[in-house]
């Protein structure tokens, strides 16, 4: 693609000659006949020494003979560099697949793309524009809706509903039985999952479904991959966890929560709106909205967990001096 092309396509400029770029590259390994994106100033100096072409915002210093596009703001660039280059996925072509099994009373939209091996068990519907990977699971009575992506071997368990515009990792499972028991006896789970529009799943998520009722994660919340979502959750809208965590049964997520990756919630908690958590904490109370929390196991209000570690300092450089006066005094 030439740089001239691409500066069309941003709505940037195009500064030096205009040579042809096949791909993207980080800074420290950029070749020539690549693109970097200069996103901070610190990258420019190997980014120059690599000799490859740069994407640079207005005021960045470039040498004249640097092949270069300009543009106003490269941070609402970069998303829009990215897709030019990148290369989605075809997981199946519009249709069935000869290999793929519809049971009967399905109603598959045209538009709809079925992959190699999958199963679509009966009473189940798929939306316009979804797009199910090969070998993935669907669960009598299940709902994909328009334009939602399952990747390879997701399972659907019977009932659940995925709502439009979602994005399901290659191997995550929605709607299995939780982890409940009563008098050694696992507790029959009459619920379903339900997922909202605009959800995305990462790889090898489960996310079990409710005893009764549903478990439920809100419109547009983004869920890193490893996760575990106990039954009965409850997710709000526009909530982002990073991979590797686990909520406990019956735990509430309010809108716009922050989670880094590693964070355990226990069961029945309630983590207030906007609330931030940070990575590896360990939740064991209710969490007021607006908050930052932190500190492994138990967590508690972050400037509580730096105030404490700050004070365990002090008192480690007070044994030191004492140990040194008593030294002197013998």
């Known amino acids: ?26 800074p420290d390994r950029a070749r020539p006949g690549e693109l970097v994106v200069v996103r901070e100033a610190r990258f420019l100096p190997a980014a120059l020494q690599a000799g490859a072409a740069l994407l640079l915002d207005e005021a960045a210093p470039c040498p004249p003979s640097v092949s270069r596009v300009r543009v106003p703001s490269i941070q609402k660039t970069w998303p829009l560099v990215l897709a030019l280059f ?12 000869p290999t793929a099994t519809l049971e009967a009373g399905v109603e598959v939209d045209p538009t709809a793309s079925i992959g190699a ?10 939306g316009a ?31 659940t509903r995925v709502g439009a515009d979602c994005h399901i990792g290659a191997g995550t499972v929605l709607g299995a039985i939780g982890f409940g028991f009563q008098d050694q006896q696992r507790l029959p789970h009459t619920g379903r999952v339900v997922l909202e529009d605009g959800v995305e799943l990462g790889a ?48 509430v997520l309010e809108d716009g929560v922050l989670m880094g990756g590693w964070v355990v919630i226990a069961d029945h908690v309630r983590v207030g709106q906007g609330a931030r958590l940070a990575g590896s904490s360990a939740i064991s109370k209710n969490v007021p909205a607006g908050e930052t929390w932190a500190g492994g196991i138990p ?6 967990h730096w105030r404490r570690l700050a004070m365990l300092d002090w008192l480690a450089s007070m044994e030191r001096t004492l140990r040194q006066l008593l030294r002197r005094s013998r």
């Open 1 to 26: 693609m030439l740089l001239s092309e691409i500066a069309q396509r941003l709505g940037g400029r195009l500064e030096g000659p205009d040579t042809e770029v096949v791909t993207l590259a980080p």
């Open 86 to 97: 990148n290369q989605p996925e075809t997981w199946a072509e519009v249709g069935v697949h």
């Open 117 to 126: 091996y999958v199963l679509v068990c009966r009473g189940a519907k798929v």
């Open 129 to 159: 524009g979804a797009v199910i990977a090969p070998y993935c699971y669907i669960g009598e009575q299940a709902e994909i809706g328009p334009r939602t992506v399952l990747e390879p071997r997701v399972t659907l368990y019977p009932r």
């Open 204 to 251: 090898n998520c489960v996310v079990q479904r409710s005893v009764v009722g549903e478990t439920r994660i809100g419109a547009h919340s983004k869920i890193g991959d490893l996760t575990d979502i106990g039954h009965n959750v409850q997710i709000g809208k526009n909530v982002v966890m990073v991979g590797s965590s686990a909520i406990g049964g019956s735990a």
């Open 299 to 304: 967590a508690q209000p972050a400037r509580r």
